[in-house]
């Protein structure tokens, strides 16, 4: 058994501070009836104010060094930082550190400069955001390809344009914020959600639809999702096209780069990308930039141009990050085996953590969650793996279900066997001490 700092002493005398997140505290008033936003922030800028206090409060704590599979950690700047591997962030392929990457970002802001200062339709585009643009025409095959400034608003904007007035939009219920964010500004302001990666629910819902939608339908999933970890069953949606008449929109974010041949993603992989009508992505994450796309037909670009307010009104990402992106792409189509490394490091350590009596449920890829339903062993989990070197942050709802709480760890090919070797070896221990493996 590991031996840890502290970790058979209580973290805290004080058991109040570990009752809520501030986001589980927001859902509490407002269930509660309280609607008034000033004492519903004076309420939760007094748990965040306490929690900080004692150090247990992780949604402010930076790096001291950038992102990577490890960097000195701190939760305020007169904090002193601690050594921690990390696990948070969503760099699956650590190309953000890659020689060649860092060298490109280098020489794009000595060749451009830095900003962008407008959007893509009054100019703002260069030369480097056009060759990704034609990148992605041939990897998905696709007449088109809009770069956004972010694959939040890659996802906002497409959505908030495409879906109309009497138009059914069904998503799976684990669908991103930005997702959900892109409908509710649209004329069709509504949804309906199926269950998790439920293809007879979808069926049901889509027969439903079929019968009294007066415009058209559109069915919107995640090719891998972001929370659970698990991968959507991308042939079997496709085939309820042969059956129903819908557009199909799949958010490749967490697959794009790290699946497929040379990194297409998992439409790709499970061969439906001409089926799909609109494939999206973000270059945050196994591009290591910024930025997003989304893929389609022509007509729906030329559309999608001057309809989509996130395109029109926002400056572009920059001359660095493009040249950042650009440089990523060539190497995840041309050194396959940093992604074969990154998919040994997952299946490992989700071996060790099964070994440990971790119940990892469905989940494939190289986000890992670990399941802790209870608020307060959630919280002192988190911090009690800060404490001695690990760290992540606990997940709670509303960004996951009740009761659902959990902390992910996601894998990077730069994380070392070591690391992932002390962080189970940790995990394992504070799983005996907070009795995690119990009935909540």
């Not at 760290?391 to 730069?414: C, K, L, T």
């Amino acid at each position: 058994m590991i031996s840890v700092e502290n970790l058979t002493q209580d973290v805290s005398d004080d058991e109040d501070i570990y009752r809520n997140t501030t986001g589980t505290l927001l859902m509490h008033l407002k269930r509660s009836g309280i609607r008034d936003v000033e004492v519903i922030a004076e309420q939760m800028d007094a748990l965040r104010h306490r929690q900080s206090r004692e150090g247990i409060y992780s949604f402010d704590a930076f790096s001291c060094r950038g992102s990577d599979a490890a960097s000195p950690v701190a939760t305020s700047l007169e904090d002193a930082p601690r050594d921690c591997s990390i696990w948070s962030t969503n760099l699956y392929l650590g190309l953000n550190r890659h020689p060649k990457v860092i060298a490109s970002a280098v020489e794009a802001v000595r060749q451009m400069g830095t900003g962008c200062g407008t959007s893509a339709i009054s100019g703002g585009m260069n030369i480097l955001h056009r060759k990704i643009e034609a990148t992605l025409q041939r990897w998905f095959n696709k007449e088109a390809v809009m770069l956004f400034p972010t694959g939040f608003t890659a996802n906002l904007g497409t959505l908030a344009a495409l879906c109309q007035e009497g138009d059914c939009v069904l998503i799976d219920e684990e669908s991103h914020a930005s997702i959900r964010d892109g409908i509710r500004q649209s004329p069709a302001r509504r949804w309906v959600t199926f269950q998790h990666n439920d293809i007879e629910d979808l069926a049901r819902k889509l027969g439903e639809a079929q019968q009294t939608c007066r415009g058209k339908t559109i069915v919107i999933v995640e090719s891998a999702y972001s929370m659970s970890g698990d991968i959507c069953p991308l042939a079997e949606l496709v085939q309820l096209k042969q059956r129903y008449n819908f557009l199909l929109f799949v958010d490749e974010a967490h697959a794009f780069g790290i699946y497929g041949d040379g990194g297409r993603g998992l439409c790709q992989q499970a061969g439906v990308t001409e089926q799909v009508d609109f494939i999206a992505s973000t270059f945050s994450k196994a591009a290591a930039s910024l930025g997003g796309f989304v893929a389609m037909s022509r007509r729906y670009a030329s559309y999608l141009q001057w309809s989509a307010n996130a395109y029109a009104f926002q400056a572009c990402f920059t001359p660095a990050d493009a040249a950042a992106v650009l440089a990523a792409l060539e190497i995840i189509e041309t050194e396959p085996e940093i992604g074969r490394e990154l998919h040994e490091k997952n299946r490992y350590m989700r071996a060790q953590l099964q070994k440990a009596g971790f119940d990892l449920r469905n989940s494939q890829t190289p986000i890992v969650p670990i399941y802790i339903p209870d608020t307060r062993k959630l919280l002192k989990t988190c911090f009690e793996l800060y404490k001695n070197g690990v760290f992540s942050v606990p997940v709670a709802h509303p960004m996951v279900a009740e009761h659902d709480g959990r902390i992910r760890f996601i894998v990077n090919a730069r994380h070392s066997y070591q690391q992932i070797d002390q962080t189970v070896a940790l995990l394992a221990a504070l799983a005996e001490k907070h009795a995690l493996f119990a009935p909540s």
